[in-house]
Structures are given as C-alpha cells and as structure tokens.
C-alpha cells in the first residue's frame, strides 16, 4: 500500500494522478500548508524539504518501506515499480525524461512564479509580473512547437 501526503497543489495533483493511471492502491493523506502542517516532525520524517508531495511506499523495491519526495521523482518511481510510462529503450526513456526535466525546472517553477506575482504578491511589483509572464508564454510557445509534431510530449 501506498500512502500519499499531499494538497491540491499542480505537484500534489501529478503524484494522485500517477497513482490512479498506473492503478496502484494507495491512502491520501492531505497536509495542509497553509497550516504549516507540513513543518511537522511526522512529516519532516518523510520529507525533509517539508514540502509536499511525498510517498510512503510499505513494498518497496527490497521489500522493505520506502518513502519518496519530490514530484518528478514520484513520477519516476511509479513509472518504474509498475513498468509503466517509461519506455524500456534508450531513445524512449530519454525523451520521456528530458520532458519531465523541462516541466519540473521550467514549466512548474516559472508557472508558479508569474501565479505570485500576478495573484497572490502583497504589492504590485510590474518588472516580476512581464518577467514571468513572458517566460511563462515562451514556453507554451515550446509546448506548442513540440505538441504540433508530436501526439504527447513524449
């Protein structure tokens, strides 16, 4: 069984959408971060970057528990307990995580970015808001581009 600390946040959504794609069964826990509940001693045990989304996996790959934090590295560790979403060959397997690469050092922080300075910054800071805005369109022109030749990413 699997159990998932996470809130609905883009990071803790990718990890329970993996989960019901590849059809594991697993216990959602929710860690409210507006609460600081994931600076808890109980979860810094499973993440100590305190942040979420994080696994506990009670079959890991020696057979013994394992916990998992860092959403691209929960993706990757799904992918490879169930044999799914990760192609077997080189080629494939690269591409598939030269994507992931880009969503998780661009796309998410970038993303995340311009919704601060847009929505949620105590004051109107103009200079952040165009930078990450800009960058933010550049690359969904990339998504774009890679989407008109491609099915999926990857």
């Known amino acids: 069984m699997i159990d998932l600390y996470t809130f609905t946040t883009p990071n803790g959504r990718k990890a329970s959408i993996m989960l019901e794609e590849v059809g594991l069964p697993y216990r959602a826990h929710v860690i409210h971060i507006g609460r600081g509940e994931q600076f808890t001693p109980e979860f810094v045990a499973i993440n100590p970057n305190s942040k979420i989304p994080a696994i506990v996996d009670s079959e890991g790959p020696d057979g013994a528990p394992i916990s998992v934090f860092e959403s691209g590295a929960i993706l990757i560790y799904l992918a490879e307990k169930t044999g799914r979403f990760l192609p077997a ?3 494939g397997r690269t591409v598939v995580m ?4 880009f969503q998780m050092a ?8 311009a919704n601060h300075f847009v929505k949620a910054a105590p004051e109107d800071i103009p200079y952040a808001k165009q930078r990450y805005l800009t960058e933010m369109h550049r690359l969904l022109a990339v998504l774009d581009r890679r989407l008109g030749v491609a099915e999926y990413l990857a």
Request: no cysteine; net charge negative; glycine share 14%.
């Open 106 to 113: 661009s796309v998410g922080p970038m993303f995340g970015q």
């Open 89 to 91: 060959d080189a080629r």
């Open 98 to 101: 030269e994507w992931l690469m």
